[in-house]
């Protein structure tokens, strides 16, 4: 059930032109979401740079994934469509209908017991129409996404907010509503507004109890839970590098609490050795092939406030633990004193 490797290696092959095309369109060196996003339109005759936040253009994405709760009503549109089969590589994960609540054994029997109709349905319809299909049991949508299909310098939408996680595979992975996604299946390009750009530069180290979601904690307290809306935040520096590709996946997974479009990083090491450990060693070797393709340019990075809309540096070195809340995620307390003070001033104290 794992992704062809010929069509990440499609991708790849027609990568470079595609971005050389968009450095002369745009004029200037580009950021790896530009790269992405020009090397993903659909109609790859663009004859002008896109404005963002302004525009609104074609795609092509690489892939789709579809939740067990949402995916019922997509793909009973999706078998109005005529087709014979999906258009672009699919996969349906039955996740959301198992409830949490006594122990995974327990819980999963209660789906079946309460879901199997559903389960059922959507096993038939991936099954005659060449969709994957992950039955109950099988893991959360968005962590088999990134052990099994997410790629660096892919394009894929999902039904599920939590398609973002692949960002941290060095993708442009976006939430999308069913009928979204149905587009696709049936052969047809996918329609977003040209996201506008927040860079975010990670310099120094993480260390002691401070962990990867402490990073979009703070970026949510500097943002606010609206500031990413309409945006792709692309993660860089030293800091990015230094990091784990699961600690990048639960920075871009939390990216959604910034109502951001998507988050990413580029291409490293750390993304290599992932996918060598979760089997895909051929997804590496082929990445390692257009790896310079996989980031962004050298002169955005080192001018970030000349190519993107915001730019916002974090030292890792600085960034303390972080307590979420209260009541939204652009808040956030710092472990340790601050935590009294904020129990005081909830008592009114």
């Not at 999906?86 to 006594?102: F, G």
């Not at 606010?224 to 990015?240: D, M, P």
């Amino acid at each position: 059930m794992a992704f062809d490797i010929n069509i990440i290696k499609e991708v790849y092959r027609q990568m470079p032109g595609r971005i050389e095309k968009a450095r002369q369109l745009v004029g200037r060196p580009l950021t790896l979401s530009e790269k992405i996003l020009y090397s993903h339109l659909w109609d790859d005759n663009a004859t002008k740079a896109y404005e963002r936040g302004k525009d609104y253009v074609d795609f092509a994405p690489d892939r789709i994934a579809l939740q067990d709760a949402t995916a019922q009503m997509a793909l009973l549109q999706f078998m109005q469509a005529g087709k014979s089969k999906v258009a672009v590589p699919t996969t349906t994960h039955c996740d959301h209908l198992i409830q949490a609540k006594n122990g995974a054994g327990t819980d999963l029997q209660s789906a079946l017991n309460t879901s199997n109709e559903v389960f059922n349905f959507l096993e038939s319809v991936s099954n005659k129409y060449g969709l994957g299909f992950w039955k109950p049991g099988a893991g959360i949508i968005h962590q088999v996404v990134l052990e099994n299909y997410a790629f660096p310098g892919g394009m894929m939408i999902g039904t599920d907010s939590h398609t973002v996680n692949a960002g941290g595979l060095g993708m442009i992975a976006i939430g999308v509503g069913g009928a979204d996604a149905v587009d696709v299946m049936a052969g047809m390009a996918w329609e977003l507004k040209f996201p506008k750009l927040i860079g975010v530069k990670l310099t120094g180290k993480l260390s002691g109890w401070t962990a990867p979601k402490d990073v979009i904690l703070k970026v949510a307290g500097i943002v606010s839970a609206k500031g990413g809306t309409g945006a792709v935040v692309e993660y860089f520096g030293e800091g990015a590098v230094g990091m784990s590709c699961t600690g990048k996946g639960t920075i871009c997974n939390m990216g959604a609490e910034i109502g951001a479009t998507t988050s990413t990083f580029g291409y490293d090491e750390s993304m290599e050795r992932y996918l060598r450990a979760t089997d895909r060693a051929d997804v590496a070797d082929a990445a390692n092939t257009v790896k310079e393709h996989l980031t962004g340019d050298a002169e955005v990075y080192a001018n970030p406030e000349h190519y993107f809309d915001q730019v916002i540096e974090i030292n890792l070195s600085d960034l303390s633990p972080l307590l979420n809340g209260p009541f939204t995620p652009d808040l956030s307390t710092k472990v340790g004193a601050d935590m009294k003070l904020l129990q005081l001033k909830m008592n009114g104290l």
